[in-house]
């Protein structure tokens, strides 16, 4: 395993973001993972960041530690019965290469989830999802290496407590695990899932008269491809803010002022509003200062043109919250980790 010193990340994370760490590897089993921690007990405790694809971090300053990039491959099937197939992937693997494979392998249940970036292994981490799924649906258990004992421990997904972009490896157990790999039950006969009208637009569009897997990833696919920058074109993370949650009572009375709020029943009757539109509502759609912006197409997305700092992202996004704060009285909360 080599180690390299005063790193640059810039094509390790999806912002383009150009911080350097002061440390950087890349891992590709346990016994390379447990020599990092090796190697940094012996260096008095430098912090570790554990990264896959970089696609949901905004670096905002150098990284005083080591950068391990985790390259750990491999899907296996471990089990199967009547109705469902148990498939244990990498944690290093492509996100999107697997849900290819599932597609492939006639394995129904991620197909919502296609294009995703970043790594298997990052996925529990928020409980990744889009168009109506999220991996908690096919999530059946992970192993993660314990850091302070050195050893494999395994989650259900109980053990997860996920939530809306939520887990435990977000919370209490933060920079405690590395996840090592994760365990999907996937459906031997699938079940559809189009409630997200823009699917069945598309699949219209397509041409599509039978539903299969296939077709609903390639819808999936041409959407999220019409609607959200390439990484590779212009940085960014995604969904920078998660879509808040407010009471039906709250939204009842933000609709009196603000007939064209958009909002979707969540759990125990609260509403989630669309954070996109809140942002667009305050003008930011399309604002553009310097090399950080607002991306025109889709508001909920931050934007590096190019030599953007991690802490111009970083502000932008403060005043994006002060403003949709001020104006409907609702806090926005980061989605994308902030290092
Ligand atoms: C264009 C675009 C579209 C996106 N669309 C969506 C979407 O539709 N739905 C969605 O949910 N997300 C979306 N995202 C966000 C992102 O793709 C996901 O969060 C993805 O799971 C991140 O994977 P990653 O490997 O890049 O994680 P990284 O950015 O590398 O890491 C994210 C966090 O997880 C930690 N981490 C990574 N791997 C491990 C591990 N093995 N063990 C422990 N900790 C680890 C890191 O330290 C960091 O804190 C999008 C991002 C982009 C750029």
Same mark, same amino acid.
């Given at each position: 395993m080599q180690i390299q010193e005063n790193f640059s990340l810039k094509s390790y994370n999806s912002f383009g973001i150009n911080a350097t760490s002061s440390f950087f590897t890349k891992f590709t089993s346990l016994i390379e993972l447990d020599e990092i921690y090796n190697f940094v007990s012996a260096s008095s405790e430098m912090p570790v960041m554990i990264l896959g694809g970089? &696609? $949901?971090? +905004? +670096?905002t300053q150098d990284y005083t530690g080591l950068v391990a990039i985790n390259e750990m491959h491999g899907i296996e099937v471990v089990k199967q019965d009547a109705e469902h197939v148990y498939v244990r992937v990498a944690a290093g693997e492509n996100w999107h290469r697997f849900v290819l494979y599932c597609i492939q392998n006639s394995f129904a249940g991620v197909e919502n989830l296609s294009l995703i970036p970043g790594s298997v292994g990052a996925s529990p981490m928020q409980n990744i999802g889009a168009y109506g799924v999220e991996i908690k649906d096919v999530f059946h258990e992970l192993e993660a290496y314990n850091i302070k004992e050195r050893k494999l421990q395994k989650f259900s997904a109980k053990d997860c407590e996920f939530g809306y972009r939520e887990s435990v490896f977000k919370r209490k157990y933060k920079g405690k695990f590395v996840i090592t790999n994760v365990t999907f039950k996937l459906n031997k006969t699938p079940v559809f $899932?189009? &409630?997200?009208g823009a699917i069945q637009q598309e699949l219209d569009r397509m041409g599509i008269r039978e539903l299969t897997i296939t077709a609903i990833s390639g819808a999936v696919i041409r959407i999220r491809q019409s609607k959200l920058p390439d990484p590779k074109q212009i940085g960014n993370a995604g969904s920078f803010f998660k879509n808040p949650t407010i009471s039906q009572q709250t939204f009842e009375r933000l609709r009196s002022t603000f007939p064209g709020i958009v909002g979707f029943p969540a759990k125990d009757e609260t509403i989630k509003v669309a954070a996109g539109w809140l942002i667009e509502q305050c003008g930011w759609k399309g604002y553009r200062k310097g090399d950080a912006g607002c991306h025109a197409k889709q508001a909920l997305v931050l934007v590096n043109y190019g030599n953007a700092k991690g802490a111009d992202i970083y502000n932008l996004s403060t005043e994006i919250m002060h403003s949709v704060e001020a104006k409907f009285g609702i806090i926005l909360e980061r989605e994308v980790n902030v290092i």
């Open positions: 970089g &696609s $949901n971090i +905004l +670096l $899932n189009i &409630s997200y």
